[in-house]
């Protein structure tokens, strides 16, 4: 167990709908990052929040937000779903003056 | 931006043989490079990492060298167990401490022959 939570572990969805995907970083850690990994993408870094302020931003599509909270964690939004948003989302956290991640145990987005 | 490459995409290996799986980088400001190993549906799994002030490191049966002339670094897995089977990914970033983003390599399928 990595101390990184996320829920939900299942979501099955619809074209065009909206879903939230939910982290919570292990206690201390400041930064937050999520992960997107597709059969045939692989792992693709989609965007980082480091104590409530975006850090870094990857390959996100304009369809997807995210936010950090004042208590640390964060939300993944994604809207408009496409089929091919269907995949395993991570985040990882990762403490102050460090740079090792730690992976939560993903949510798996299935849009139908 | 980084790219990462990383060879073989599969390996199998006799119990108790050695694997070594390569990655090679691009962008000469990479410090840092963990390892991480993925069981099927299951998180990715931190199992040892490098920063670019070291050659190499080594944790019981795993160990990782980093050649930063060549921009190439590579898993050694010694005496290997079924139970090594997996996914295993390397990475790389620009490390400094508030913007760690981790460029992954395409994966190694491991697979161990009892």
């Known amino acids: 167990d990595s101390g990184v939570t996320q829920t939900p572990k299942h979501l099955i969805t619809a074209t065009g709908q909206r879903v939230t995907l939910r982290c919570s970083p292990r206690s201390g850690d400041l930064s937050v990052y999520w992960y997107q990994q597709s059969l045939d993408q692989g792992l693709q870094f989609l965007i980082q929040?480091?104590?409530?302020?975006?850090?870094a931003k990857g390959n996100i599509l304009e369809r997807f937000s995210a936010q950090q909270f004042p208590d640390l964690h964060s939300e993944l939004n994604l809207s408009s779903l496409e089929l091919g948003d269907s995949a395993l989302y991570f985040c990882?956290?990762?403490?102050?003056?460090?740079?090792?991640?730690?992976f939560g145990p993903g949510t798996r987005l299935t849009v139908l | 931006g980084e790219n990462v490459e990383q060879h073989p995409s599969t390996l199998s290996v006799q119990e108790g043989d050695s694997a070594v799986i390569k990655c090679t980088y691009s962008?000469?400001?990479?410090?840092?490079f963990p390892w991480y190993k993925q069981e099927l549906g299951k998180r990715p799994q931190l199992i040892i990492d490098i920063r670019s002030n070291v050659g190499e490191k080594k944790d019981q049966r795993i160990a990782v060298t980093l050649n930063k002339t060549a921009k190439h670094f590579s898993l050694h897995i010694t005496e290997t167990q079924p139970e090594d089977s997996a996914v295993y990914f390397c990475?790389?970033?620009?490390?400094?401490?508030?913007?760690?983003?981790?460029?992954f390599g395409t994966g190694t399928r491991l697979t161990i022959i009892p």
């Open positions: 990882a956290s990762s403490g102050a003056g460090t740079d090792t991640q730690y």
């Open positions: 929040y480091y104590n409530g302020e975006e850090r």
């Open positions: 990475a790389a970033s620009n490390s400094n401490f508030g913007n760690e983003k981790l460029t």
């Open positions: 962008d000469s400001a990479s410090n840092y």
